[in-house]
């Protein structure tokens, strides 16, 4: 659906991407990229490094070698500006790590006024709106631990999105729900892709992915295995995502 | 044979035992601001990334939690003079608990920024915030929240430690007791008194760490959680 977008350089891109936690190569020559407005579902076995890929995206790993380039900042340099990356990127946690001691509201209105400096009542009137999005308007003054797991989670969302951020990643943002709560995620998720919203995810919920990525990546072992169409789940090429999505992974 | 006590020979006394009460308190409202202060640099010292900050922050604590409190107030009284420096008995005082009390605290607010989960320093990272923007609104208030107990019972201790100053002659509590019983050969008397007096210092602090309590954590109050 978003096919036709203007082809410039791409919002996120991965060239021969490596890294290791100590002996352990994690990441051995990962590349993809995404371009504007395009939903990418990483999949893949735990410690198939997908998560490391993703949280590489925000620096929150440095690599080893290869490049990393980020609405337009090279984030495998050592003086990459964090500040001014982690504001066009925003991340949304398997944890969900809202701030206990504020409510929704404060959680959401920190880093607008804080990192971006705007006025007390233009956050409040931000919050309302990102809220809104993500069906959580009445929880605004209520502190985080007063939520359900899901409701924490569009929270979590909605503070990301208050940033304005040109591209979100979640990481395994439902692994932590019970399958009664990760709906209401997933479509909120799902609105963002509709309204085009560029979206790099780490994903185990293959039928979401099959239904909402433009592209899948399929890591193994450190590496890109197969990539494509939301159609390679259903035919895959390797034996071993024919196995990944034979396991009983593939959801409707 | 019985024991004879005497109270109202020492009662007469009461504006001096008043004069020294409020200079108790005001003794450890002074190092317990000044402590909390500098136990709080220390704590944020010594998880840096420069190793001579650190080690710097390790070796005071070490120091100080170490040695005897009325060995650090001789330092810091004579430390002074020696150097040319003439402070009230005063100043002295407050001096030395805040450095002494400044050590124990370090201690309890490192154990508190510990407990910040990484996920929480993350997420902030992840919304751009600054380094010190996030020690500010993520880590601080939710570190002393969590070791508020064992903070604010440093603080009562500290105040009840600050009985030493009297061998400054910081005219604090227990120096007015000294000249007191030593003026009316009504020592026990003088002591039982002082020490219910000291027992109303410890509650009135701990009430107003209560208060306090309520302002800084407006969650507990909300929510109802105790502290």
């Known amino acids: ?252 | 044979m019985g024991i004879e006590l005497d109270f109202p020979a020492v009662l007469e006394r009461w504006p001096n035992f008043l004069g020294g009460a409020v200079l108790t308190l005001e003794l450890a409202l002074f190092a317990t601001v000044l402590g909390a202060l500098l136990g709080t640099l220390a704590a944020v010292g010594r998880g840096t990334h420069s190793a001579l900050i650190a080690r710097a922050c390790k070796v005071y604590v070490e120091a100080i939690r170490n040695t005897p409190l009325l060995v650090q107030i001789f330092l810091v009284y004579f430390g002074l003079a020696s150097i040319g420096l003439k402070l009230s008995a005063f100043t002295v005082a407050v001096a030395a608990l805040t450095i002494n009390v400044g050590a124990y605290t370090a201690e309890i607010m490192r154990a508190g920024f510990e407990a910040i989960p990484r996920g929480q320093i993350e997420a902030a990272e992840g919304l751009a915030l600054s380094r010190v923007q996030i020690y500010w609104h993520i880590i601080l208030l939710p570190a002393v929240e969590r070791v508020y107990p064992a903070l604010t019972s440093q603080f009562v201790l500290l105040m009840l430690a600050s009985s030493i100053c009297s061998q400054i002659s910081a005219e604090e509590l227990t120096a007015v007791a000294n000249y007191i019983q030593s003026d009316t050969y009504r020592a026990f008397e003088t002591y039982i008194i002082v020490a219910v007096i000291y027992i109303i210092l410890s509650l009135v602090m701990r009430a107003g760490f209560w208060g306090l309590g309520l302002v800084l954590f407006p969650r507990r109050r909300r929510l109802g959680t105790a502290l």
């Not at chain 1, 999949?43 to 929150?60: E, H, Q, W, Y």
């Not at chain 1, 999105?161 to 990760?182: C, G, I, N, R």
Request: glycine share 8%; net charge neutral; proline share 5%.
């Open chain 1, 1 to 252: 659906m978003q096919q036709n977008a203007s082809p410039p350089a791409p919002i996120v891109s991965l060239r021969d991407v490596q890294k290791s936690f100590g002996s352990l190569r994690v990441l051995d020559g990962v590349s993809f990229a995404v371009e504007r407005g395009e939903v990418l579902a990483i999949i893949g076995r735990s410690g198939s490094g997908k998560s490391t890929a993703l949280r590489c995206i925000d620096r929150f790993e440095k690599v080893d070698r290869g490049e990393i380039v980020v609405c337009g900042h090279r984030v495998d340099l050592p003086n990459v500006d964090l500040r001014a990356l982690r504001q066009d990127v925003g991340i949304v946690f398997q944890s969900y790590n809202l701030f206990p001691h504020l409510t929704i509201e404060q959680n959401i209105t920190l880093a607008p006024r804080s990192v971006k400096r705007m006025a007390a009542s233009q956050t409040r009137e931000l919050a309302h709106k990102v809220l809104a999005q993500v069906g959580l308007e009445e929880k605004v003054h209520a502190y985080p631990e007063q939520l359900s797991g899901g409701q924490q989670q569009r929270a979590a969302i909605a503070r990301s999105l208050a940033m304005q951020p040109k591209v979100m990643l979640f990481d395994e943002v439902t692994s932590a729900l019970d399958p009664e709560l990760t709906g209401e995620v997933l479509k909120v998720i799902e609105q963002l892709a509709a309204d085009g919203m560029t979206m790099v995810m780490v994903t185990h919920e293959m039928g979401f992915a099959k239904s909402i990525a433009d592209r899948i990546v399929f890591m193994h072992r450190g590496k890109v295995h197969e990539t494509g169409p939301a159609s390679i789940l259903t035919s895959p090429k390797t034996p071993e995502l024919a196995q990944f999505v034979g396991t009983g992974n593939l959801k409707s």
